[in-house]
């Protein structure tokens, strides 16, 4: 993702002489190729994110697009306040771009997993948000951004992520992945790789499932939600995210005030709680929270069984 | 304003009056006209609590009109107790402390990476000198050679809580920054002169960022006011105020 984010970057910053990127100290053999096309609109500001971010809020008051690039909670929660007063309060354009989403950075532990991220990011006023689910998603995203004029946040995963779908014609709508009415399991980002899986596995006992990636967490498209989901008997959320703030949130929001309206599970991280993390991949920490294709499974066939 | 708002501050908008009438009057390429033009040079104030005294300084410059200065914190104004960018020639609102320098940096690269020739100066209270980002932002700027940035501090010796001194200590200020690179200017921040000698001397031959070091005083040509900490937060009664006018002679 980081790549084909930084290759899709580079393509925009081509077009756009005003585009600049911004790094705190990292993005080590990835942002490289952006740094030697464009020497005069790259700046590593060393490791110093507040500062990174208030740069940035400068720069694009001068009438510039910034990008700033760097590990989750790094770009996010340890400059706040900056992107909450300088940026938003100001709608500057500034991009914030963080690698790692989720359990992205696996053993690294816990300073390094993104698990709030997106739910305070989208609390921003003004901000946009979005959470790709693979490449392609990535590729739309930041073209999209790029050019919107708006404060935005962008939520990558790592590397090595596949396409998980048809290309993207509409990335502020949701995109289908999988066709199936009568369970729908919205997923935002990387982990919607686990949703088709689960959809598979549920398949082979009969279930009709579909799988519909919601990159764009803000501004919401509430009527191409509803489109998505019409006509289902369970609605099922999936982030690798906790579930405060997150999909689950935003979808519990938009149905809330229905009359009649199908069950919403929401299956994310547990909140951490004070308990130390462990060690482990991506992919063993996720089966670990209860994100296993099995374990989404059991819980939609046990959602399913109370209807 | 602050009189009729029963707003606080006053003690920190005295301490920089001089400075920003120097900076108005002398220094700043801004034109009330054209409050926007890309050329233009920048000022951010990040003491924002001191607004009262940036409101009345562009009202005087002919941003808009002063009767607009009434509106001071009243029920659905712009004009808000910490300065606000909704107001005609202000940059940038702050008022929570630490965001003023690093925006200034980044206005100050764009500048220079523009070559439009404009320099962007900072006020910054001595207080504020406590948050982390600013020292990130002073650390920054030499390395990059921003000598189109000039910061300056109000070092009135008073913050929130009691003097610099007994608070968090800033000695030796001074050579805390040129230790970190910058072009150092000590000087009496009521001095009219001085203010006018260094801050036209940006940007810095040097190559450097300036700092300019204005000691000052808080509260300045009010007598029951200058030094006292209370004026940081109290409003002046009626007496009070016809007082402290006719010290000031306005």
Redesign the interface.
């Known amino acids: 993702m980081r790549t084909t984010f930084i290759e899709s970057l580079s393509q925009a910053a081509s077009e756009n002489p005003d585009i600049w990127l911004l790094c705190g100290d990292l993005g080590y053999s990835v942002l490289e190729p952006f740094a030697a096309k464009f020497p005069?609109?790259y700046?590593n500001?060393?490791v110093?994110e507040?500062?990174?971010?208030?740069?940035?809020?400068?720069?694009?008051?001068?009438?510039?697009t910034?990008f700033i690039y760097s590990i989750g909670n790094f770009p996010t929660l340890r400059c706040l306040?900056?992107l909450r007063?300088?940026v938003c309060?100001?709608g500057a354009d500034v991009k914030v771009v963080a690698v790692g989403a989720g359990y992205a950075y696996g053993s690294q532990g816990y300073t390094h997993h993104a698990l709030e991220d997106a739910g305070i990011m989208s609390m921003l006023p003004g901000i946009e948000v979005f959470v790709p689910c693979d490449p392609m998603e990535v590729r739309a995203a930041t073209r999209l951004i790029a050019g919107s004029g708006k404060p935005s946040y962008l939520r990558l995963s790592r590397q090595g992520e596949p396409d998980l779908g048809a290309t993207v014609t509409d990335l502020r709508k949701p995109r289908v992945l999988r066709d199936g009415r009568d369970v729908v399991i919205l997923a935002s980002g990387p982990i919607a790789s686990r949703a088709l899986e689960a959809a598979g596995a549920l398949a082979g006992r009969g279930r009709d499932v579909g799988v519909v990636s919601v990159s764009c967490l803000k501004p919401l498209d509430e009527v191409a939600i509803r489109d998505a989901v019409r006509g289902a008997s369970l609605i099922v959320t999936l982030e690798e995210h906790i579930l405060r703030g997150g999909l689950f949130s935003l979808m519990a929001g938009v149905f809330a005030g229905d009359a009649v309206r199908p069950p919403i599970a929401g299956i994310g991280i547990p909140e951490q709680g004070g308990k130390t993390s462990q060690a482990g991949s991506r992919e063993a920490l996720l089966d670990l929270a209860g994100l296993s294709a099995e374990a989404i499974v059991a819980r939609i066939e046990q959602s399913l069984s109370k209807r | 304003m602050v009189h009729a708002a029963k707003a606080s501050h006053i003690g920190g908008c005295l301490s920089m009056a001089d400075i920003l009438a120097v900076l108005y009057t002398r220094i700043l390429r801004v034109d009330p006209v054209d409050p926007q033009a890309p050329s233009r040079d920048r000022f951010v104030l990040s003491k924002g609590h001191a607004t009262a005294i940036m409101y009345a300084t562009l009202a005087e410059c002919g941003f808009f009109s002063l009767a607009e200065l009434d509106a001071y914190c009243r029920d659905g104004s712009i004009f808000t107790g910490h300065v606000s960018h909704a107001v005609p020639g202000v940059e940038v609102s702050t008022g929570s402390l630490g965001h003023g320098l690093p925006i200034a940096i980044g206005m100050a690269l764009a500048a220079r990476n523009a070559g439009a020739g404009s320099r962007v100066f900072c006020l910054l209270s001595d207080g504020e000198c406590d948050e982390g980002s600013n020292w990130e932002g002073i650390l920054f700027a030499p390395h990059h050679k921003l000598s189109n940035l000039c910061v300056i501090v109000d070092f009135n010796k008073i913050q929130s809580f009691g003097s610099v001194a007994e608070v968090l200590n800033l000695d030796p200020f001074a050579e805390k920054w040129k230790a970190f690179g910058w072009q150092v200017e000590e000087i009496d921040g009521h001095d009219l002169t001085a203010l006018e000698r260094v801050l036209g001397g940006v940007p810095a031959i040097s190559g450097r960022p300036t700092v300019v070091i204005a000691h000052t005083v808080k509260g300045k040509g009010v007598s029951f006011m200058e030094n006292k900490l209370e004026w940081h937060y109290r409003s002046p009664s009626d007496e009070l105020l016809a007082q402290a006018l006719a010290e000031v002679g306005a």
């Open positions: 005069d609109r700046l500001v060393g110093a507040q500062n990174m971010a208030g740069i940035a809020a400068g720069i694009a008051l001068s009438g510039k910034v306040e900056q007063n300088d309060y100001h």
